[in-house]
């Protein structure tokens, strides 16, 4: 019985190899210059993915600054407050923070 088994599990690693051969030799998809282009320019290299998450690991502030130019550079930049999500409408953000520092 445990023959059966270990000859079914070979056999099915060995088909599933042929499977995934034969998926890598069929020719990919033609693609036109300006489409690669765009993928090229869109998607990030391994590289600078790399750097970029060692940099969020070491640099605190590093990540803040990577965040804003993502955002910057998918256009939704600083658009949160033009929806209204700032400070309370009437005060001042400086004023506030001016009379903590003359309570403390």
Same mark, same amino acid.
């Given at each position: 019985m445990s023959d059966c088994i270990g000859l079914s599990v070979i @056999? @099915?690693?060995?088909?599933?190899?042929?499977?995934?051969?034969?998926? @890598? %030799?069929?020719p990919r998809a033609e693609i036109s210059i300006e489409e690669y282009e765009k993928r090229v320019r869109e998607s990030p290299s391994l590289l600078s993915a790399g750097i970029t998450g060692l940099q969020k690991i070491l640099e605190p502030g590093a990540r803040q600054s990577i965040e804003a130019q993502e !955002? @910057?550079? !998918?256009?939704r930049y600083n658009k949160g407050q033009a929806v209204g999500d700032g400070d309370e409408a009437g005060t001042? %953000?400086? %004023?506030a923070s001016a009379d903590d520092k003359k309570d403390a």
């Open positions: @056999l @099915l690693c060995v088909a599933c190899g042929f499977f995934g051969l034969a998926r @890598l %030799s069929r !955002e @910057l550079r !998918e256009g001042d %953000s400086n %004023s």
